[in-house]
């Protein structure tokens, strides 16, 4: 072995003891937006490296669907004029499920 790789060998040993060691205790839990500099409101953050879409299964893609799914002012979408803010509201995440699959098939992913 190498010199350089005795010395990165042996410092990888003292930081991985080292954080073994640790006693961490959390100081603060705060939402990413609040804390992260200019965070563009729509980022999605992962446990991983960034993913194109179609990578994203199960759990992890339901998630993020859960997490942006649009709130509707119901008022907007009444039959009657004048209901502007009469109520917000979640549409069930079928509906968009069946947008997006449209879009797809239009405009690919």
């Known amino acids: 072995m190498s010199s350089l790789g005795r010395k990165t060998t042996r410092a990888n040993?003292?930081?991985?003891?080292?954080?073994?060691?640790?006693?961490?205790?959390?100081?603060?839990?705060?939402?990413?937006?609040d804390v992260v500099p200019n965070m563009p409101p729509n980022t999605i953050l992962t446990s991983g490296a960034p993913l194109e879409w179609s990578a994203y299964t199960g759990g992890q893609r339901a998630a993020i669907i859960?997490?942006?799914?649009?709130?509707?002012?119901?008022?907007v979408?009444?039959?009657?004029?004048?209901?502007?803010?009469?109520?917000?509201?979640?549409?069930?995440?079928?509906?968009?499920?069946?947008?997006?699959?449209?879009?797809q098939q239009r405009y690919g992913d």
């Open 77 to 103: 979408a009444g039959r009657s004029g004048g209901q502007i803010g009469a109520g917000v509201r979640t549409a069930p995440i079928a509906c968009f499920e069946f947008a997006v699959k449209a879009f």
């Open 13 to 33: 040993a003292l930081a991985m003891a080292a954080m073994c060691n640790a006693d961490p205790i959390l100081i603060d839990v705060q939402a990413a937006i």
């Open 66 to 75: 859960g997490g942006v799914t649009p709130v509707m002012d119901i008022g």
